[in-house]
C-alpha cells in the first residue's frame, strides 16, 4: 500500500512563512507527479500547485509568486515553500501524488491519485 504523510502545518502571523512536507511511501514503482490542494470548510478542495518527477511545476493564478513546490525525486517527497502568508491561506493542506504502485507482480494506479491526511495552516492577522 501507500502513504502519503504531511508535516510543517502551524500557526503563522501573517507575513510569515511554512514549509510543508510530504513523504510517499510503500510499494511505489514510480511517481508521475505531485501536488498540494487545500480546503476550507464549506469550500470544494482546490488547487494550490503541483509538480512532475521532470519538475514542471502548475501554480493556482492567485498564489504564483508567494507559494513555490519543489520535488526530491530520490525522497519520494514534495516540498511546498509558502511565503508572506495571508490569513486567507488558512486551511487544511492535502498532498497528493500520481504514482505507480508495484504489488503481487502486478502494476496499479489510481486516476484520481493517492491523497495524505492533510494538515492543518492557520495565518493569523
Known amino acids: 500500500q501507500v502513504q502519503l504523510v504531511e508535516s510543517g502545518g502551524g500557526l503563522v502571523q501573517a507575513g510569515g512563512s511554512l514549509r510543508l512536507s510530504c513523504a510517499a511511501s510503500?510499494?511505489?514503482?514510480?511517481?508521475?507527479?505531485m501536488g498540494w490542494y487545500r480546503q476550507t470548510p464549506g469550500k470544494q478542495r482546490e488547487l494550490v500547485a503541483t509538480?512532475?518527477?521532470?519538475?514542471?511545476?502548475n501554480y493556482a493564478d492567485s498564489l504564483k509568486g508567494r507559494f513555490t513546490i519543489s520535488i526530491d525525486n530520490a525522497k519520494n517527497t514534495v516540498y511546498l515553500q509558502m511565503n508572506s502568508l495571508k490569513p486567507e491561506d488558512t486551511a487544511v493542506y492535502y498532498c497528493?501524488?500520481?504514482?505507480?504502485?508495484?504489488?503481487?507482480?502486478?502494476?496499479?494506479?489510481?486516476?484520481?491519485?493517492?491523497w495524505g491526511q492533510g494538515t492543518q495552516v492557520t495565518v493569523s492577522s
Open positions: 510503500g510499494s511505489i514503482s514510480s511517481i508521475n507527479a
Open positions: 509538480i512532475t518527477s521532470g519538475g514542471s511545476t
Open positions: 497528493n501524488a500520481h504514482l505507480q504502485v508495484y504489488s503481487g507482480g502486478y502494476y496499479y494506479t489510481r486516476t484520481l491519485g493517492y
